[in-house]
T-cell receptor
Framework: RKEVEQDPGPFNVPEGATVAFNCTYS??????FFWYRQDCRKEPKLLMS???SGNEDGRFTAQLNRASQYISLLIRDSKLSDSATYLC??????????FGAGTRLTVKP | EAQVTQNPRYLITVTGKKLTVTCSQN?????MSWYRQDPGLGLRQIYY???????DKGDVPEGYKVSRKEKRNFPLILESPSPNQTSLYFC????????????????????FGPGTRLTVL
């Protein structure tokens, strides 16, 4: 089993749609979780951190479910500019960072 | 401007010819790391460093070396490159630790360099 797994997609959604991604992790001792965004093989950039109590930033909401060992990202009212690959990142509790393979999102007019 | 720089950005080389990819950050970050990105596999950590003279293996260290003689620099060395090391490489840095805190809702963000596309023939 991979340490961090994501559905690769692609997710093709119309503008204005709500879309959700999940990411599962294998190490129950992991404490830190992030969502990064990557455009067209450019460098990844932090989208948001994921906290036990959830995290909301505008149209983006991230949740952590420790019991089931997954994190989620919800994007409401999708924009064309949201088209990108979304990377789930887990700190394996020893500063060894593991990335998921990414979920590709395309938002269409 | 706060940034992570990598050089070269593109490199085509031949099997066995030693090469070094440089990485430098100007943010006084303790933590630096190297990743490679391959289609379908995402980013995989090669090596990371928590401070000067402290380096640790990541997920895929075989065939690579690193050094951390100065806080700002973290070069990646391929002593004898092989075609399976053809990949897109990213350097990243952050304050220690690269974690999020669930109580204070704070985090240390990793900043990535622009990437180095390496082809080994």
């Amino acid at each position: 089993r991979k340490e961090v797994e994501q559905d690769p997609g692609p997710f093709n959604v119309p503008e204005g749609a709500t879309v959700a991604f999940n990411c599962t992790y294998s190490n129950s001792a992991s404490q830190s979780f992030f969502w990064y965004r990557q455009d067209c093989r450019k460098e990844p950039k932090l989208l948001m951190s994921v906290y036990s109590s959830g995290n909301e930033d505008g149209r983006f909401t991230a949740q952590l479910n420790r019991a089931s060992q997954y994190i989620s990202l919800l994007i409401r009212d999708s924009k064309l500019s949201d088209s990108a690959t979304y990377l789930c990142v887990v700190n394996m509790n020893n500063n060894d960072m593991r990335f998921g393979a990414g979920t590709r999102l395309t938002v269409k007019p | 401007e706060a940034q992570v720089t990598q050089n070269p950005r593109y490199l085509i080389t031949v099997t066995g010819k030693k090469l070094t990819v440089t990485c430098s950050q100007n943010m006084n970050h303790e933590y630096m790391s190297w990743y490679r990105q391959d289609p379908g596999l995402g980013l995989r950590q090669i090596y990371y460093s928590m401070n000067v003279e402290v380096t640790d293996k990541g997920d895929v260290p075989e065939g690579y070396k690193v050094s951390r003689k100065e806080k700002r620099n973290f070069p990646l060395i391929l002593e004898s490159p092989s075609p399976n090391q053809t990949s897109l490489y990213f350097c990243a840095s952050s304050f220690l630790p690269p974690e999020s805190d669930h109580i204070t809702r704070s985090y240390n963000e990793q900043f990535f360099g622009p990437g180095t596309r390496l082809t080994v023939l």
